[in-house]
């Protein structure tokens, strides 16, 4: 085993098994549980707009910001 | 029965219900009391010594706001004994769920950065070094948490909350004039200059501190660790509707002091309103900074704990305050991680601490939203919450909140990202 892995090794296990938690819970919570009416999906959709919209002006004014 | 058994019959029924609502009180009087945090506490300060008690009928009104959006989080916690976090992974799924956990955690922490600020600004004044300050935080902060009760843990917070009415004594102490603050409590106006971007900007900043992320994560958390049922559900309302009455108390008593006596000086923040304090009253100065310490404190205890339920429920960690350390050793560990990384932030010269201030209302902006609309959502669906779900009267109410909020405190972050639109 090389010095590399040695060090490595202990990180790897980690991230692994971060991961893996991860994978758990998606897949644990992967069927949205709340009756998908139509109201839900537009609640849903205007949200995700909204921070599209939000997250470019932040976006803008980094930019902007980098220009100066 | 005779007049003295019916008397004694009312005093013995008054004295259960007392001794029930004890039991079940304290997330609500806590997490109203933690919203006025050192950050809130700043804004009222401003507030005061630019408007004097103008907008005092506007912070009255912005009380039962509080309490139907937080009384909200204590029906879904009683009914379906999941964290806010854990319901919106259940109910909407990992991509919402991931959102809303990791923006949390990320509004969390800056929160807490901002409240360190606070304590130590407020410490600083009794020339406590920022050091002694945060480690003495930490100690305690953590000493709340490590003796293994939720119950202590409750009791201690109350205990902390009781420290925040200070600003009641301070108020007495600047003679307010009286007929004043009693008209400019129940008339809605507009101060003198009519109505102006500035005020547009402290309209958004009270609104602002009134409701923000954390507060629905907490209480939601807090109802299912203390173990409220359905059948507590009264109890828990009313602890909301109580906490909702200090916490527009505490905000308007801190107005009616700086509006009394720093009314038309230019402040900045709480700490250089104490300061200026005691230049002319030197108790009334301490009382405030004071009050400063202990919001950035309640903060502090509530922030931290809002993060680490919402990780614990969301990765099935042990995660009740009732645990010991080696029980929930993942949930004390994060607790302490956020606690600490955020005081050494305070403390590293140069950090860009201005920055991160506006930054929390940003990020703040991204997840308030989403976090009202999921309540409101989760609060209609029949199969979750059954006969408890929203009458329409709820629905038209919450909605209508909501809406306002959402609009307002995007206004708010956008403020904080282009500084001269409302100027």
Known sequence: MEIKDILLSPFKRVFQSAFKQVHDINQRYAVPHIKMSNWVRICLLSLRV???????LLFFKFFSSLQK | MNFWAKLFYQYRKLWKAIKIYLMIAGPGVIVMVADNDAGGITTYSVTGAQYKYHMLWFLILLGPVAYYVQEMTVR???????GHAEAIFHAFGPFWGWFSLLDLVLTDWLTLVTEFIGMTAAMSIFHVPPVVTIIVVCIIMGAMILQGRYWTWEKIAILFCSVNLVYIPGAFLVHPTLSDVLYNSVIPHFPPGGFTNNLFFMFMANIGTTIAPWMLFFQQSAVVDKGMKEKDMFWGKLDTALGSFFTVMVAAFCIIVTGTVLYGTDIQ??????????????MTGTLLAIGLFDAGLLGAICISLASSWAFGEVFGWAHSLNHKIREAPWFYAFYFFALVSAGVVVLIPGAPLILITLFVQVIAVTLLPAA??????????EETMGKYKNSLFENIVNGTIVAVIIAVSTLYGISAIFPDMFK
């Open chain 1, 50 to 56: 909204y921070l599209i919209i939000l997250v470019g």
């Open chain 2, 269 to 282: 923040d709480a700490a250089q309103a104490a300061i200026k304090l005691m230049s002319i009253s030197k």
């Open chain 2, 76 to 82: 879904l916690g009683a009914v379906t004994k999941r």
């Open chain 2, 372 to 381: 009202l609309v999921f309540l409101i959502l989760l609060l209609n669906d």
